[in-house]
C-alpha cells in the first residue's frame, strides 16, 4: 500500500519569496503524484500531476513540482509567492496496480506575510 | 462540464439520528470515491465505486457507515447512529479509469453531529 509524508505542518513565507512544500512518498510500483490546494471550508483544486515523462511538470497558478525517484520525494515550488496562494497543500499519491485508490498527505498550511 | 456536486453541504444532527449525504460526479466518470476528512488532516479514504460495483472499502468504515451507487451514477453515503466521532467533512470525488486519471472533488460535506 502506498503513504505519503508531508514532514511540515504549517509554512510562513514572505510575498513573493520562493516557496518550497515538501512531500515524500512510499510505494513499490511507479507512482502516480499529485499536488492539489485547500481553501478553507472548500474542496480540493488539482495543481498538477505526475505520471510519467518529464520528471519537472508544471502546473496552474505558476507551481511546478519535481519527481525524484531515488528520493522518493515530489516537492512542490513556486518561485514567487502571492498572498493569494495562503491555503491548505496536499500531496498525494495514487497507484497504478491493484485498488485504485489516491493517498493523502496530512497537509502543509502556508501563511503568506505582506 | 457540471464538476462533482455535493448535497447537503452541511448537516447538523444530534447523535444517534442517522444521516445520508448525495453526490453526483461528473457525468461521464466511471469512478466515485468518498473520503473522510478531519481538521488539520488529508483526506482518508472511505471507499470507491467502479460504475454500480463497490470495489473497495477502507477499516474506516465501519457497519454503521453504507454506500451506494446503484445505477452507477450518484451515489449515497449513509451513517445510522451517529457519533460525535463521524463529525467531519466528508468529500466525494470521481474520475475516469484507474488512478492515472486525476481525481475531481466536489466541495464537500459538513457533518456536525452533537
Redesign the interface.
Known amino acids: 500500500a502506498q503513504s505519503v509524508t508531508q514532514p511540515d505542518i504549517h509554512i510562513t513565507v514572505s510575498e513573493g519569496a520562493s516557496l518550497e512544500l515538501r512531500c515524500n512518498y512510499s510505494y513499490g510500483a511507479t507512482p502516480y503524484l499529485f499536488w492539489y490546494v485547500q481553501s478553507p471550508g472548500q474542496g480540493l483544486q488539482l495543481l498538477l500531476k505526475y505520471f510519467s515523462g518529464d520528471t519537472l511538470v508544471q502546473g496552474i497558478k505558476g507551481f511546478e513540482a519535481e519527481f525524484k525517484r531515488s528520493q522518493s520525494s515530489f516537492n512542490l515550488r513556486k518561485p514567487s509567492v502571492h498572498w493569494s496562494d495562503a491555503a491548505e497543500y496536499f500531496c498525494a499519491v495514487g497507484a497504478s496496480t491493484g485498488g485504485f485508490k489516491t493517498i493523502f498527505g496530512a497537509g502543509t498550511r502556508l501563511f503568506v506575510k505582506a | 462540464d457540471t464538476g ?1 456536486s455535493q448535497d447537503p453541504r452541511h448537516k447538523i444532527t444530534k447523535r444517534g439520528q442517522n444521516v445520508t449525504f448525495r453526490c453526483d460526479p461528473i457525468s461521464e466518470h466511471n ?1 466515485l ?1 468518498w ?1 473522510r476528512q478531519t481538521l ?6 472511505l471507499t ?1 465505486f467502479q460504475n454500480e460495483a463497490q ?2 472499502k477502507s477499516r474506516l468504515l465501519s457497519d454503521r457507515f453504507s454506500a451506494e451507487r446503484p445505477k452507477g451514477s450518484f451515489s449515497t453515503l449513509e451513517i445510522q447512529r451517529t457519533e460525535q466521532g463521524d463529525s467531519a467533512m466528508y ?1 466525494c470525488a470521481s474520475s475516469v479509469g ?3 486519471n ?7 460535506s ?1 457533518l456536525t453531529v452533537v
Not at chain 2, 488539520?40 to 479514504?45: D, R, S, W
Request: hydrophobic content about 30%; proline content about 4%.
Open positions: 462533482v469512478r470515491y473520503y488539520g488532516q488529508g483526506p482518508e479514504f470507491y470495489l473497495e468529500l484507474g488512478s492515472g486525476t481525481i475531481y472533488f466536489g466541495e464537500g459538513w
